[in-house]
T-cell receptor
Framework: DVKVTQSSRYLVKRTGEKVFLECVQDMDHENMFWYRQDPGLGLRLIYFSYDVKMKEKGDIPEGYSVSREKKERFSLILESASTNQTSMYLC??????????????FGPGTRLTVT | ELKVEQNPLFLSMQEGKNYTIYCNYSTTSDRLYWYRQDPGKSLESLFVLLSNGAVKQEGRLMASLDTKARLSTLHITAAVHDLSATYFCAVDGKTSGSRLTFGEGTQLTVNP
């Protein structure tokens, strides 16, 4: 059974703080993804990674960076948190034997509030 | 650019009724996924459809894929309250590497 875990379920930070969201998967998946989900806007891809130290921008990368130093761990970094980054953040991982996009497995989510 | 559209976006139905959620997509693909999300929770995989004509069933839900029409359907039979959730379809756009493109989600409410 694939397990994707995220470091916090709920997080409250102040404007301007540096915020780290951690995601760990235990299925040796190559791909990992960070999304944010806001009411009425669906899931929006922030960044994804298809290998260690590799990353690609998604649709809304501004204000975020990522780090993938180990295959099982993918971190999302908010360099200077702002109130418009208050959201639900979802991490996902997937297998990647080729170019096809395989089923993604999601973590439980982190609800971040920036005050 | 791949676009994925679901309809309806909001669906309120009575227990015992049948209904279908539609997922249309704009470019060729033969890999489509359905997810369920309960309020305040994350996404849970429901169905994986990997070829034209694929049909999968689980309990009161049945999903199908018509790649020629670029359409997937999620059919609900004799709805029960426990099916209340938001349902997302997601499509492999093939040209976008390992990314999936998600629909907007259909928020289903089943009333007693």
């Amino acid at each position: 059974d694939v397990k994707v875990t995220q470091s916090s379920r709920y997080l409250v930070k102040r404007t301007g703080e540096k915020v780290f969201l951690e995601c760990v998967q235990d299925m040796d998946h190559e791909n990992m993804f960070w999304y944010r989900q806001d009411p009425g806007l669906g899931l929006r891809l922030i960044y994804f990674s298809y290998d260690v130290k590799m990353k690609e921008k998604g649709d809304i990368p501004e204000g975020y960076s990522v780090s993938r130093e180990k295959k099982e761990r993918f971190s999302l970094i908010l360099e200077s948190a702002s109130t418009n980054q208050t959201s639900m953040y979802l991490c996902a991982s997937s297998f990647s034997p080729g170019l096809a996009a395989y089923e993604q497995y999601f973590g439980p989510g982190t609800r971040l509030t920036v005050t | 650019e791949l676009k994925v559209e679901q309809n309806p976006l909001f669906l309120s139905m009575q227990e015992g009724k049948n209904y279908t959620i539609y997922c249309n997509y704009s470019t060729t693909s033969d890999r489509l996924y359905w997810y369920r999300q309960d309020p305040g929770k994350s996404l849970e995989s429901l169905f994986v459809l990997l070829s034209n004509g694929a049909v999968k069933q689980e309990g009161r839900l049945m999903a199908s894929l018509d790649t020629k029409a670029r359409l997937s359907t999620l059919h609900i039979t004799a709805a029960v309250h426990d099916l209340s959730a938001t349902y997302f379809c997601a499509v492999d756009g093939k040209t976008s590497g390992s990314r999936l493109t998600f629909g907007e989600g259909t928020q289903l409410t089943v009333n007693p």
